[in-house]
């Protein structure tokens, strides 16, 4: 790239631009980068002349000539990367050996930089591959996962009560089914919510329902873990604008959470109150909390406090963000090791109460 100091020389600069990617204007010959900064108090002659061809061709006047010149290697973890050119005309002093050492020291900074763009352009692209591959092959597994789902809800009608080992073996593919088939869904919504393709459908909701009817969806699975529900309601709290179906995947999720970490015995906790112009909703558990290093990464994607857990794909709390985000509320964490978690989020109130 070149650019002039002086604006009003910016169509000048893309055209000498176009002649330096010809290899017709340069100090070195073509692909040749320095190792060290050179500082050139006169031109070569044979540089000169070719710039004062180029210079005619472009129609530049003499007094744009460049007489003095700096070449400073951009250099980063010991890798040459590429050469920055400094140029002054006739008419302004020629460089110096200072300006020469500035020049080193923002090329450092120069090349640091210009890696870790490429570093950072290298990452995404890897992502936007490994997304697109699960993607295609959460979207191939659907159909097969409900023809097994349907194959083992028929084979259950079929057996006979009295054979207890086959429908034992049958609940163990239902369960991995369900867990796979959660897994697809947690992919392709984490892939919708990425890509701002969410789909909402905001209606008024009673607060006080939605809480009630995620406890009731979730009190088979809390009773199966032997954790006691326990609701904690403001009176007469108002309607919410919400997706029902979203915000009892909001739910789910964090009611999942509670039951995967918190021991036997003790209670997971559903709360609503008003807050200003929102409501505010809570699940909090008392298992064994989150350490405070881990606290702030709890929401990134494929994120897990237990990297040898294998239960999910790190993903959920990912997708209650992206969800809660998209109806404009806030979600956030509290917590602390050994006192469990409270997981809260805030959807935006309107007028009518119920």
Known sequence: RVACRDGNDGTLAEEIAALVDEGRVGLLPPGTLPREPLLFSELPEDFSARFARAAHALRAGDELRPQTAMLVPLVVHGRLIGAWSFFRSGREPPYEPRELDLAREIAQRLALALDNARLYQTAREAVRARDEVLSTVAHDLRNPLSAISVSVHALKTRIPPEAKREHRALEAVSRGVERVTQLVSDLLDERTI??????????????????RHAAEAN????EGASLPLELELEPNLPRVLADANRIAQVFDNLIGNAIKFTPRGRAVRLGAARSGGFVHFW???????????????IFDRYWKVHRADRRGAGLGLSICKGIVEAHGGKIWAESAPEHGSTFHFTLLATEAGG
């Open 194 to 211: 990425e890509s701002g393709r969410l789909s909402i459908e905001f209606q008024t909701c009673s607060a006080e329902v939605l809480v």
């Open 219 to 222: 009190r088979v699975r809390l």
């Open 283 to 297: 699940v909090a558990d008392e298992g064994n909390g989150i350490l405070p290093e881990d606290l702030p990464h």
